[in-house]
């Protein structure tokens, strides 16, 4: 079975400096995995997605993930953070329901996010 | 662009109470799911369902029960409520295939007292 791992709970950054929100996985072979945005008292949004093409993925809002075979690892990034950035961020993976054949998407924890000014 | 819509946003019930949330697509997706959020818990799987007229049991699927109406409606029903559900319910559908995002409703927040 597949899991996912934010190594992180709580990430703080000053406004313009770099992020970095980290995500480990597991799995048994080539996975799809996400990062989806949740700001407060509202739904998931799709940042970004691998699905074994490129292995470096421009998300929106300027995010960017690299899948990492060897390390098993699939980090966010931004460059220069922004006040809007504050939010929940959660790393998943998508595997097959062996028995449906439909697909089930594994979420991490969360890394909450804080911009100071 | 409506995408996932889920009704009702806020609801309080007591103990004991029933109801229904009620979730729609319009993407003409065959995947279903329902999910439940807690602190520090992320996301996880109540019940999903694969295709109109299939549904299986997620991670934590005791309490509640589904119907897939067709292929767009997917709902879910507390039988009895318990304090324990209260939380943060979200709808998702998905399309075919490994790659394929998900995506979710507003998600609609359910306190049992």
């Known amino acids: 079975a597949q899991s996912v791992t934010q190594l992180d709970s709580h990430v703080s950054v000053s406004e313009g400096t770099p992020v970095l929100l980290r995500c480990n996985y597991s799995s048994s072979y080539s996975p799809s995995l996400f990062w989806y945005v949740q700001h407060p008292n509202k739904g998931l949004q799709l940042l970004l997605k691998?699905?074994?093409?490129?292995?470096l993925v421009k998300g929106i809002n300027g995010f960017e993930a690299e899948f990492k075979k060897s390390e098993t690892s699939f980090h966010l990034t931004k460059p220069s953070a922004h006040m809007s950035d504050a939010a929940e961020y959660f790393c998943?993976?998508?595997?097959?329901?062996?028995?449906?054949?439909?697909?089930?998407?594994?979420f991490g924890t969360g890394t909450r996010l804080k911009v100071l000014a | 662009n409506a995408g996932v819509t889920q009704t009702p946003k806020f609801q309080v019930l007591k103990t004991g109470q029933s109801m229904t949330l009620q979730c729609a697509q319009d993407?003409?997706?065959?995947?279903m799911y329902w999910y439940r959020q807690d602190p520090g818990m992320g996301l996880r799987l109540i019940y999903y369902s694969a295709s109109e007229g299939t549904t299986d049991k997620g991670e934590v699927p005791n309490g509640y029960n589904v119907s897939r109406l067709n292929k767009r409606e997917f709902s879910l029903r507390l039988e009895s409520a318990a304090p324990s559900q209260t939380s943060v319910y979200f709808c998702?559908?998905?399309?075919?295939?490994?790659?394929?995002?998900?995506?979710f409703g507003e998600g609609s927040w359910l306190t049992v007292v």
């Open positions: 691998y699905t074994s093409a490129a292995t």
């Open positions: 998702a559908s998905s399309g075919d295939g490994s790659g394929n995002t998900i995506y």
């Open positions: 993407m003409n997706h065959n995947s």
């Open positions: 998943v993976v998508s595997e097959v329901f062996r028995v449906s054949g439909t697909y089930k998407y594994i």
